[in-house]
């Protein structure tokens, strides 16, 4: 996907030249990527702010049109928005979870879009009924929708999404903003609908609480550009090639200095980052020498993760450019 934006000087006269003659560059959005997600997979679809992720769900849900490629959904081309491709699939946004009409009820959103998806009506009281128990929407139903917290509304948007029983999920950013407890109501449900379903789910989200608890299998894009497609465990082992161990030890005068990189120390305790193949050797000399209350091998955190890995991306675009 290449966006022709238009460019200028500063000052009122390149201003003034720009009414006459403007000038325009190419922006490549998206470009090269290419992956399948097979039914039922959730997926993360991770990279830093303007690395394509967007624009990527966009022309998948058939918002945008590509300027060169092939796209496939369901065996359809997205951008013809056929109105049986659009019954199959859903694109949710934290940024506006539930539409442009805040004047209605939420029940009569929902009745709005019974009609616009021809659901019949014993199959919309069944769907509704059962996302209302799973997302606790009964109390806010008779609410107008400009009245609902953030939170409510992701909920209420969510189900909205979800009465037509669509097969495919793009989800854009979908706890955002929201609460602790919002947030993990909301990733609850799209585990149980997918599991229950076979929905199919792409997720694109900067809390990696969502990424960790939902996504098995990552695609990071950088710069439009797929940098890694494949199981999680595999990114952390690639950009994060260490581990953590955290040891409590009985003799506060023991020396653990030779058994890794001390990150911290507390009296006795210490917290120890070693090379992850060297792990089990390290844990077992630690435990055959010292006096050991307590000891864990612990990941590194997925947020540090994917911090390693735009480092490193930019360390390999400042070398090459």
Same mark, same amino acid.
């Given at each position: 996907?290449?966006?022709?934006?238009?460019?200028?000087?500063?000052?009122?006269?390149?201003?003034?030249?720009?009414?006459?003659?403007?000038?325009?560059? /190419?922006?490549?959005?998206?470009?090269?990527?290419?992956?399948?997600?097979?039914?039922?997979?959730?997926?993360?679809?991770?990279?830093?702010?303007?690395?394509?992720?967007?624009?990527?769900?966009?022309?998948?849900?058939?918002?945008?049109?590509?300027?060169?490629?092939?796209?496939?959904?369901?065996?359809?081309?997205?951008?013809?928005?056929?109105?049986?491709?659009?019954?199959?699939?859903?694109?949710?946004?934290?940024?506006?979870?539930?539409?442009?009409?805040?004047?209605?009820?939420?029940?009569?959103? #929902?009745? *709005?879009?019974?009609?616009?998806?021809?659901?019949?009506? @014993?199959? #919309?009281?069944?769907?509704?009924?059962?996302? !209302?128990?799973?997302?606790?929407?009964? !109390?806010?139903?008779?609410?107008?929708?400009?009245?609902? @917290?953030?939170?409510?509304?992701?909920?209420?948007?969510?189900?909205?999404?979800?009465? *037509?029983?669509?097969?495919?999920?793009?989800?854009?950013?979908?706890?955002?903003?929201?609460?602790?407890?919002?947030?993990?109501?909301?990733?609850?449900?799209?585990?149980? *609908?997918? %599991?229950?379903?076979?929905?199919?789910?792409?997720?694109?989200?900067?809390?990696?609480?969502?990424?960790?608890?939902?996504?098995?299998?990552?695609?990071?894009?950088?710069?439009?550009?797929?940098?890694?497609?494949?199981?999680? /465990?595999?990114?952390?082992?690639?950009?994060?090639?260490?581990?953590?161990?955290?040891?409590?030890? %009985? =003799?506060?005068? %023991?020396?653990?200095?030779?058994?890794?990189?001390?990150?911290?120390?507390?009296?006795?305790?210490?917290?120890?980052?070693?090379?992850? /193949?060297?792990?089990?050797?390290?844990? %077992?000399?630690?435990? !055959?020498?010292?006096?050991?209350?307590?000891?864990?091998?612990?990941?590194?955190?997925?947020?540090?993760?994917? =911090?390693?890995?735009?480092?490193?991306?930019?360390?390999?675009?400042?070398?090459? @450019?």
């Amino acid at each position: 996907m290449t966006y022709r934006v238009p460019v200028r000087d500063t000052g009122l006269m390149a201003a003034a030249r720009a009414l006459v003659r403007r000038q325009y560059r /190419d922006v490549h959005a998206v470009q090269n990527v290419t992956f399948q997600i097979a039914t039922g997979q959730v997926v993360g679809f991770l990279g830093r702010n303007g690395a394509g992720k967007t624009t990527t769900m966009k022309i998948l849900a058939g918002i945008l049109h590509p300027t060169s490629g092939r796209v496939r959904v369901l065996g359809q081309v997205p951008w013809r928005r056929h109105n049986h491709y659009l019954r199959e699939i859903a694109l949710i946004r934290g940024s506006q979870p539930i539409g442009d009409a805040p004047e209605l009820t939420v029940l009569d959103s #929902f009745r *709005y879009q019974q009609v616009l998806y021809d659901i019949a009506e @014993s199959q #919309f009281k069944h769907n509704l009924a059962e996302l !209302s128990a799973l997302l606790d929407l009964d !109390s806010i139903l008779q609410r107008q929708v400009r009245a609902l @917290s953030l939170g409510e509304r992701m909920r209420a948007g969510l189900a909205l999404a979800l009465v *037509y029983r669509p097969k495919i999920l793009f989800l854009d950013e979908p706890t955002i903003g929201l609460d602790i407890s919002a947030a993990k109501v909301v990733r609850t449900f799209i585990a149980e *609908y997918s %599991a229950q379903t076979g929905a199919t789910v792409l997720l694109t989200s900067h809390s990696m609480a969502d990424v960790e608890s939902l996504c098995a299998r990552l695609i990071l894009v950088d710069d439009g550009a797929i940098a890694f497609d494949g199981p999680r /465990d595999e990114l952390r082992s690639i950009f994060a090639p260490t581990k953590l161990i955290r040891v409590t030890v %009985a =003799d506060d005068d %023991a020396d653990l200095a030779g058994c890794g990189d001390i990150l911290q120390r507390d009296g006795n305790q210490w917290l120890l980052r070693v090379d992850r /193949d060297a792990a089990p050797a390290i844990t %077992a000399r630690i435990l !055959s020498r010292f006096a050991v209350a307590d000891l864990s091998v612990e990941e590194p955190s997925l947020e540090n993760v994917m =911090d390693q890995a735009y480092q490193r991306l930019r360390r390999t675009k400042d070398v090459t @450019s």
